[in-house]
């Protein structure tokens, strides 16, 4: 089961530029299992991966949605704009951007199915320490820091300025 909370970090009030950072401990690439734990290992990584995909897609969707139903009640006379459609439409959560920077996992050689709940000490410290290294590479990458910060609120908001 996926358990990103994507929708409660775009939920929370606001209109200032995201970037939301989601890390899935379930890859759907890997090796061909040739065993039947490392098939079912396999069938849960599948799944669980599918399943964030899944919403942050449907998430980013909505995003695209309200900021396109904005945009055309904007160009409504204005004798129409306050029509219990319109009205529903624009209400939906808008964010001015967002950036959803999404990090997979690899697993280690020793890790099972267990990973996704097990949580001792070591472990932490390991997830940590590679999670920090990932945002470190990301971050610092040029295809993010080369991105157009602007260009994406301009066309997030409708605006041709």
């Not at 904007?74 to 319109?86: G, H, T």
């Amino acid at each position: 089961m996926c358990n990103t909370p994507l929708r409660y970090v775009l939920g929370q009030p606001g209109m200032r530029k995201r970037v939301v950072c989601q890390v899935d401990l379930f890859a759907a690439e890997g090796p061909m299992p040739t065993k039947i734990a490392e098939a079912n290992e396999w069938d849960k990584d599948i799944r669980s991966s599918s399943r964030a995909r899944l919403n942050t897609r449907m998430e980013l969707d909505l995003q695209v949605i309200a900021q396109a139903a904005r945009r055309l009640a904007a160009r409504l006379p204005s004798e129409l704009q306050n029509a219990p459609d319109v009205i529903a439409l624009t209400r939906m959560r808008c964010e001015s951007a967002v950036d959803v920077v999404h990090l997979i996992y690899r697993s280690k050689r020793y890790e099972t199915r267990s990973k996704d709940y097990g949580f001792s000490r070591l472990s932490m410290r390991e997830h940590g320490a590679s999670g920090c290294a990932d945002m470190t590479q990301t971050l610092n990458a040029p295809r993010w820091l080369q991105r157009d910060v602007n260009a994406l609120v301009r066309r997030a908001c409708g605006s041709s300025t």
